[in-house]
């Protein structure tokens, strides 16, 4: 079991004071300014009520009538005034979270989109379900933050306002208290906390893992039912779920203990402010009602002091949240650019056209060279056919062309993002209308709907617009285009956006040879340069020059008139003449 970190606290302040710094904070300290007042008037009445308790319990005692109205009718007035100052303080501390929240979680989003994080985060086995962490995480921090630290302010206005109090009834119970929560305190951080911790802390990561799980299901749940998978799929989630199971079942163990302790010492308090001063009472020294009035105190300033002792199973739970949170932060503010110059990266430069040179590329986790030593020039016009056996390396050399593969070293010179587009062999259908998919990823070009409607008809969907009701009906394209469709859209944002260079990885795999032709033969009149990754003989024309991967991280440079592919090829694999 590893100790209790503790740099949790420096963890906890680093996500959490920008919004405190920057662009928000007047906003954000007004809200505390304000939450602090009402904290304030909350315990000035707790005080008064406290008090007004002690009063009319002395005038029953005593059978003293007026005395025992009127202290009844000042409560009443107190009610009235101490309600809207409970309700408002609920809503300004929502407001306050929520914003909060909205903060934190654009300022987290900015991060994981940018410089790919998104993408990079698929290849770190530590930082598991990021979307968790980002929707559920941020939530639960800005939450509990909030709690912990307006009933920290609230327990220290409450200790000052009932020490007070106590101190004029009876400095033994003052002292006995100190002791008490002091004792309480360190017992549940020493016997509870550190396992506690460490069981929350896994608790959170294997519920997520099985929901995870389940959204997967539900995203490929055609392909499951076709290889009829649901039995295997079952049986990796009943695992996963079993594992968040087992994992409870031993927090549950550990909270068991924590519940016998908090329970027995907050029952305690009940007995023993009276016990300690009954003397008194019996005596005469001491009304009923100041009695009554000792006890209230006594367990205001016990429940300010024993803050932890209270709270320590929430306590754990947002102790394992903010390493979540933590451990994401860290990983998205590095980038490749921050790699620039390291052995084992490949360096990037921004040119006019695209250029390996002596690029060996590996695999992110470095255990396997796919292509060593690699040199070629792509100048526009020269259009590139990238050809070889399947796990040689082709598409993943696409992958360091586009920028996300970066494991190895060499230099590739490549024309700036919005000069480049890449289409793979699955294409990508953005969640929105027909307009925003054919215009994907450029957000801000608009076209009109006329050569919207005629790149539909180049790329043979003449009917795709008014078949869904139109370029502004919004549909979950992926779910209702076939993937031969969902390809000639997505050649249609080349036709579109028209950009420099082209990078295709078997972007025609679900087509048959005429619509394979006809959109080649368009790709062909424009200015765009290709670089393509292809098994179809018929595809060759289209370039000038042939890159053939042929294994064992070995490559051969061809011009496409003295290159063919083998008739016997069963498995379309290119071989040089």
Known sequence: MKPPDRHLWQRFWAIASPYWRLDEKFKAWGLLTLLVLLLLGQTRFAVLFNEQTGEFTSALA???EERFWTSIKFCLWLLIAAVPIYALYYFVRDTLGIHWRRWLTHRFLDSYFSHRHFYELNANAGIDNPDQRVAEDINTFTQRSLYFLLIFIGSVLQ?????????SISRELVYFLVFYATAGTLVTIFVFGNR???LNFHQLRREADFRFSLVRIRENAESIALYRGEAQELQQVRQRFAAAFKNFKRLIRSQLGLNFFQ???GLLTIVLPSAI??????SGELEVGRAIQAAGAFAAVLAAFSLIVENFETLSRFAAGIDRLDALARFLPGHP????GSANTILSVDAAHVTLDNVTLQTPNYERTLIRNLSIDIRPGQNLMIVGQSGSGKSSL??????IWYAGSGTIFRPQPNDILFLPQQPYMLLGTLRSQLLYPHKGRSFPDAQLLKVLERVNLPDLATRFG???????????LSVGEQQRLAFARILLSKPRFAILDEATSALDSANETALYQQLQQMNTTLISVAHRPAILQYHKQVLELVGDSQWQFYEAEAYCFKADDTDNQASSV
């Open 62 to 64: 005593a059978r003293d």
């Open 277 to 282: 001063i009954a003397s008194r009472v019996i």
């Open 196 to 198: 506690l911790m460490t």
């Open 159 to 167: 200790l000052v306002a009932f020490s007070t109090v106590l101190w």
């Open 398 to 403: 696409l992958r360091a062309i586009a920028g």
């Open 337 to 340: 650019a921050g790699h620039v």
């Open 263 to 265: 329970h027995a010492y």
């Open 470 to 480: 139109g370029l502004d009906t919004e549909m979950d394209w992926q779910k209702v």
